[in-house]
Each structure stands twice: as structure tokens, then as C-alpha cells.
């Protein structure tokens, strides 16, 4: 039995085919990796199996249950950075993590907020966001959707903004989350690092799936781009 499968998802929107019929699975204590050219419909499938969007047909399952945007038990066991960054504002970091960890519904968020921050982040946690830099400001998003550990972790374009030390950073981190009990979908441009940290690598073009290869295979991703 697979931990999550996605069950010929199909999206339209506008009279627009984002996703037509994609069907796939992951393996619990994986990273699954999603690559292809803008407008392939990545950040689309992403938010769908985050509960940020629904599907147009088709169903998404976590555990063999369906994951729904209005299952609240379902939706605290998965954790999301998609789509933007965290907003210029007042907030300190760690104030930012608070608000996130509170809206997916976290228990225990003091016990969450005595872990240290990776990334070299644990100096700057009580800092202003509006201080932040870019990349500063990636690592945040990245922190408040990993630090409460829950099960199916979700990041688009965890690399953008990365300098190399926090780019070797992130794979390292990424481990230690698929120790701690964790399953990872990620996307990346970026084709060193999908190639290094992801077990399977899906390869999506204009909504359709072109191809899935395993870890043995990953040298042959080249041709299906």
C-alpha cells in the first residue's frame, strides 16, 4: 500500500487544462521530486495534495483517506511552502512560525519553538522580517512549513534565493526530516539537487505526466525534458 496516491487528478481552470489525469504515488519516508518548464502545472498539483485547491476530478489519498480541503484532521498532518514568500512586515521570524504553526492547527507550539532553527537561521529568529534578505526570507517559508515535523511536508522551489553553503544546507536538512518520520514532495529547477536528495522524480509537461524514474534511472532525466 502506498502512503499518498494521486488518482487521475485532472484540473481546469478558466476553461484551461492545468493537470489532465495525473496518477502517481509515494512512498512513505521518501522525497519525491516533480520537475518541468514553467506552466507545466507543478505549483497547480502542488496545492491540490496540500488542500490549498481542489481538484477539478479525481481524488488524493493520505493513508488510503481522501484529503479534503474541509478535513481538518487530514490537513494538520501536512505542511506546505508554495507559492510566496513571507510578507515584509512587523513580524519577527519566529512570530511568523507561530502564526503558521497556529493555522495548520500544531498542538505543543512552545515545545516546536525550542528547537533550534537550521540554516544558520537561529540567530536571526527574532529579528524583523522586513530585515530579512531574499534568501533569508526562502529559509523562513522553509522553516514554518518543517519545523513542526509533520508527516507529508510539500515545498515549491525550496532551492530559489539559496546561496551553495544553504543549498548543501537544505539536503542535509532534508534527511534528518525523512529520519524523523516525514514524507517529502518537492519541486526544484534545479536539476543537481533533484537528482541528489529525490528518490523519484516525476517529469510533468504542459499538465501531463511524461515519465516517473527511480533513483537508478535519475541519469536518464536529461532526455525527458
Not at 142 to 160: M, R, S, V
Not at 192 to 198: F, N, S
Request: hydrophobic share 35%; net charge positive; aromatic share 6%.
Amino acid at each position: 500500500m502506498m502512503y499518498l496516491s494521486i488518482n487521475k487528478v485532472s484540473k481546469i481552470i478558466k476553461k484551461n487544462q492545468i493537470l489532465n489525469q495525473v496518477d502517481f504515488s509515494v512512498k512513505k519516508n521518501s522525497i519525491f521530486g516533480i520537475i518541468g518548464n514553467n506552466g507545466a502545472g507543478k505549483s497547480t498539483l502542488l496545492k491540490i495534495i496540500a488542500t490549498v485547491t481542489p481538484t477539478t476530478q479525481g481524488t488524493v489519498t493520505l493513508d488510503e483517506k481522501k484529503v479534503l480541503q474541509e478535513d481538518k484532521s487530514v490537513q494538520r498532518r501536512i505542511s506546505y511552502f508554495i507559492d510566496h514568500l513571507p510578507p515584509e512586515n512587523d513580524l519577527t521570524g519566529e512570530e511568523y512560525v507561530v502564526i503558521y504553526l497556529t493555522y495548520k492547527g500544531i498542538n505543543d507550539i512552545k515545545s516546536i519553538l525550542k528547537r533550534e532553527w537550521p540554516f544558520s537561521m537561529e540567530a536571526h529568529r527574532h529579528k524583523k522580517i522586513k530585515t530579512y534578505s531574499q534568501g533569508m526570507k526562502q529559509k523562513l517559508g522553509i522553516i514554518a512549513a518543517t519545523i513542526g515535523q509533520q508527516e507529508l511536508i510539500i515545498l515549491d522551489e525550496p532551492h530559489n534565493s539559496l546561496d551553495p553553503r544553504s543549498t548543501i544546507q537544505l539536503r542535509e536538512y532534508l534527511k534528518q526530516l525523512i529520519s524523523g518520520g516525514s514524507t517529502i514532495i518537492l519541486t526544484s529547477h534545479t536539476l543537481t539537487e533533484i537528482t541528489t536528495v529525490c528518490d523519484n522524480v516525476l517529469v510533468l509537461e504542459k499538465g501531463n505526466i511524461k515519465g516517473i524514474l527511480q533513483n537508478n534511472e535519475l541519469e536518464n532525466l536529461e532526455q525527458l525534458l
